[in-house]
Each structure stands twice: as C-alpha cells, then as structure tokens.
C-alpha cells in the first residue's frame, strides 16, 4: 500500500475501481475502509436481521461492493497480494457472498413452477416457430446442432464478459443464420416480430416491474 495514498469516501473510491477496473494507490486503502466499516456494522447488529431497515440498502450495497472488487482483484492480479493474504480474502468473501448471494426457497420454488407451467402452456407454440417459421424449410438435425452450439458458445463468452444475453433471442438468431447459410430462404415476417419483440421486451419489462413495485411499495406502506 501506498503510504501516502490518501482517500475521501471509501465508497465512491471502490465503486470507481469497480467501473474502471483501474487500479489507483487509493483502492487499497478506500477497500481497507470499507470492510472496515462492515465490520464495525456487523459488530454492531450481530445480524443481517437487525440491521435498521433505512441502513439495510446501504449495508447490503457496501457488502456486493467489496465481494466484487475483490473478485476484480484477484483477476488481475492487482495490488501485489500475496497468496497468504488471499486465502484470508477469499474466505471474506466467501462469508459475505453468503450473507448477500442468496436465494430463498419460496422463490426458487415460485420460478420453477413460473416457468414450468409457462412451458406447459407455450411449447407448442415456441417449438413451431422456432423450428418452422423462422426459415422458409423446416429445421434439420445439421441445422439444430449448429445453431444450438452457436448458443452455447455465445451464451459461455457472455457468461465469462459479464454480459446479459437472452437465449432465446441467441439460439432463434442462430436458427436465422443456419437458414441464410443453407438458402432456405427466411420469412421476414417472423423476423420482424423477432426484432419487435426484443426491442420491446426492455421498455416493456421496465414499466411493468416498475408499476408493481410502486403498487406493492404503497401496499405495504399502508399496511403499516
């Protein structure tokens, strides 16, 4: 650590790291800060439960926060650590993963059962386009491998760059390609109902999300 590095909010500091991915003299120290302050809260409220509800954002936030730059840390090798020191990092991390990188039961149960029964209702109808109505000749076992090995390349470099891929949206692009390269021909209707959906997937999802958690916020706020 640089001895002369000095730091203003810890957090602003870490969450620059985080975006930039630059490593300063200043991420060290505004890191060391920052885990210091979890550690003070933890010590205070023992538990994630009894943190005061207008903190627990701010708790919670600080705790994904360190997490991450640790795992940018140790990606790129910054900050000369040495391997001793990252085990006692790592096991850090581990902890506050646990704390923050959950999921309860009832929602994983709710999404299996969310897609589950959206399958049941909807196969049919996403099988035929898919297979059909994307190119002009129906999809052939050639067709199928390569489009399905396009996706799974994809949706692995996506996975690794951190980016948001959907994988229908990549394995009905891959159908597209497999049908421009054999010349089956594609039928442009479907496409642009492809297109139309993607575009307003986004906004759409937004809004919805956005109305109930407005509507649920001001439900419970009533209830209190």
């Known amino acids: 650590m640089n001895p002369n590095a000095v730091v203003g909010d810890p957090r602003d500091e870490v969450k620059d790291y985080v975006r930039t991915r630059e490593w300063t003299p200043n991420t060290m120290l505004a890191l060391r800060n920052l ?14 439960a009894k943190v ?9 936030n600080d705790m994904y926060l360190t997490s991450e730059s640790l795992r940018l840390m140790k990606k ?5 650590i040495s391997a001793a020191d990252w085990t006692i990092l790592n096991n850090y991390k581990r ?7 959950f999921i309860p039961t009832w929602v994983k149960v709710a999404v299996a059962l969310a897609l589950g029964l959206g399958t049941m209702v909807g196969w049919k109808r996403i099988v035929v386009t898919v297979g059909e ?3 002009k000749d129906h999809l052939t076992y050639g067709q199928g491998a390569a489009a399905e090995i396009t996706a799974m390349g994809t949706i692995l470099a996506a996975d690794y760059m951190g980016l948001p891929v959907s ?3 990549v394995l009905s692009s891959g159908v597209a390609g497999t049908m421009w390269a054999n010349k089956s021909g594609l039928q442009m209707s479907t496409i642009r109902n492809l297109l139309m959906a993607w575009v307003l997937t986004l906004p759409a999802s937004i ?17 209190r």
Do not use: C, Y
Request: aromatic content about 10%.
């Open 76 to 80: 790129s090798n910054a900050g000369n």
């Open 167 to 169: 994988t229908t949206h």
């Open 133 to 135: 109505k994307i190119g």
């Open 207 to 223: 809004g919805l999300s956005a109305s109930l958690f407005w509507l649920f916020n001001s439900w419970m706020a009533k209830g």
């Open 95 to 101: 902890h506050i993963d646990h704390a923050t990188k």
């Open 35 to 48: 885990i210091n302050d979890i550690g003070t809260e933890t010590a205070n409220f023992k538990e994630l």
């Open 52 to 60: 005061p509800e207008g903190q627990v954002r701010n708790f919670r």
